[in-house]
């Protein structure tokens, strides 16, 4: 069976995912602004070495349960969704872009004119968009319960308002961290499953595994790079890009295709 030559190195999604994360930051804007509310009605409520108020840990349980409603409704799926979607397209097409690259250097074709190449893509993408909007409104509730596990410490071993405002604050960062995480995760999970999707419709049944070839590279992916995988039969670590944060990628194996 002839081989295949060396295909053209495959980009990597990263500015989508970066373009994801900024456009996600709108969408983030009313969930922290319940929590600056909460901070500032906090600040008024929080206990005081002199005079102590007895009656201080019964509001801020009040102002912690208030919030927690306001947060977990801050975030609305249909702002998120149209968002997902637009960036989910753009993965697809990125995607499409590299493997019909590789392809026309292996096999000297055109797969974008293949009828079948983008057979199940439309309901794949549909999905990552719904599944994205549940991902980010669940940072409501996340924050919720990071909030109350603050104030609830505080409170208990009689913190000064400053420490607990600072450790508020943090968790606004927390939240912009694990929205870009989201972001970044996703668009790589995505990449990865409409690359497999689209190798399958064309008839490719195997991969050779590539990483991002960097020091950010997990060791356990590092020793895949180079060997070759059935996608019927993924390796224990799962095919490219489904675990969290997987830059990794699967170059297509033309093999059965040039025979």
Not at 81 to 86: L, N, Q
Not at 158 to 178: D, K, N, P, Q, Y
Not at 201 to 207: E, L, P, Q
């Amino acid at each position: 069976m002839p081989r295949q030559p060396r295909l053209p190195r495959a980009a990597r999604p990263d500015r989508i995912a970066e373009e994801y994360r900024r456009a996600l930051r709108p969408a983030l804007k009313p969930l922290l602004d319940v929590l600056a509310d909460l901070t500032r009605d906090l600040e008024r409520e929080w206990p005081q070495p002199q005079p102590v108020r007895t009656d201080a840990e019964r509001d801020i349980e009040r102002l912690i349960a208030r919030s927690a409603d306001q947060f977990a409704k801050a975030i609305r799926a249909q702002s998120v969704t149209p968002i997902a979607s637009k960036y989910a397209q753009a993965t697809s097409e990125f995607q499409r872009a590299q493997l019909a690259k590789q392809a026309k250097a292996a096999v000297g074709i055109d797969i974008r004119k293949l009828t079948g190449l983008d057979r199940d893509i439309p309901q794949r993408l549909a999905a990552f968009s719904e599944e994205n909007a549940q991902l980010i409104t669940g940072l409501g509730a996340r924050l919720a319960d990071d909030v109350a596990k603050v104030v609830r410490e505080g409170v208990a071993i009689g913190s000064r308002w400053e420490t607990i405002a600072a450790r508020l604050a943090e968790r606004e960062l927390v939240t912009e961290s694990r929205a870009a995480l989201i972001a970044r995760d996703q668009v790589g999970k995505l990449f990865g499953e409409v690359n497999k999707a689209r190798q399958q419709n064309i008839g490719v049944s195997g991969y050779v595994w590539r990483t991002a070839n960097d020091n950010r590279v997990r060791e356990e992916h590092e020793a895949l790079d180079g060997d070759s995988f059935e996608w019927g039969a993924p390796p224990s670590e799962g095919h490219p890009g489904e675990a969290v944060n997987c830059r990794c990628y699967a170059d297509p194996d033309f093999s059965e295709l040039l025979g």
